[in-house]
Each structure stands twice: as structure tokens, then as C-alpha cells.
Nanobody
Framework: QVQLVESGGGLVQAGGSLRLSCVAS????????MGWFRQAPGKEREFVAA????????KYADSVKGRFTISRDNAKNSLYLQMNSLEPEDTGLYYC?????????????????WGQGTQVTVAS
């Protein structure tokens, strides 16, 4: 069993930056892919970014490419999301997730463990 806890969310003005963190406990996540997803009010949860077990070849949703950077520190069992040039459309509850496979994927059903989420609100 893996427990995931996100932090770093908050209220920021459009154009600002935030860095989300996710710490895993219960078991090492160094050998598995991890990802970030978000859900805006009244909308379905959507893929944001994912990274494979080694930290190479990250995947991003088109809407965040060039603005967000996903990274991980396997020694700290942690996942990060650096978010720059934030837009009001980025507002939502951001979830960290880990899967049992090693390769990154945007498919949410392939992720087994999920955190409770951290709220990001971008004011215009």
C-alpha cells in the first residue's frame, strides 16, 4: 500500500508560479511511474503530467506544455510539479498518483494510488 500526500497549493495571481510536492510513504515508488491530475469544479478529472520511474521522457497535457515541469526525487520518494505562468484555467484540485508500471501514461485508470489533492486557485 502506498500513501500519497500533496502540498504546495494555494491562491496565486495569473502569471504567477507554484510548486506542488507529493510525498509517498508505505512503500518505495522509485520503480514506478507517477503523475499529476487535476479536477476543476463541475469538470472531469484530467491528466496534467506524468513521469516514468527514472525521471526521463515526461509527458504533458497540451494545455500545460512549456509552463509546467514534472520531476521526481526517488531518494526522497517524492514527486514535484513546477507550475509557471499560471492561468485562471489552471484552477482545480491537483492530485498526485502512482501506478504499478514503470512507464508514464496519461490514462488515469492505470494509476492505482491517489492522494487527497491540493487546491490551486489562480485569480485573474
Amino acid at each position: 500500500q502506498v500513501q500519497l500526500v500533496e502540498s504546495g497549493g494555494g491562491l496565486v495571481q495569473a502569471g504567477g508560479s507554484l510548486r506542488l510536492s507529493c510525498v509517498a510513504s508505505g512503500r518505495s515508488v522509485s520503480g514506478v511511474a507517477m503523475g499529476w491530475f487535476r479536477q476543476a469544479p463541475g469538470k472531469e478529472r484530467e491528466f496534467v503530467a506524468a513521469i516514468n520511474w527514472s525521471g526521463n521522457t515526461p509527458k504533458y497535457a497540451d494545455s500545460v506544455k512549456g509552463r509546467f515541469t514534472i520531476s521526481r526525487d526517488n531518494a526522497k520518494n517524492s514527486l514535484y510539479l513546477q507550475m509557471n505562468s499560471l492561468e485562471p484555467e489552471d484552477t482545480g484540485l491537483y492530485y498526485c498518483a502512482s501506478r504499478q508500471g514503470a512507464l508514464a501514461t496519461p490514462i488515469s485508470s492505470l494509476y492505482k494510488y491517489w492522494g487527497q489533492g491540493t487546491q490551486v486557485t489562480v485569480a485573474s
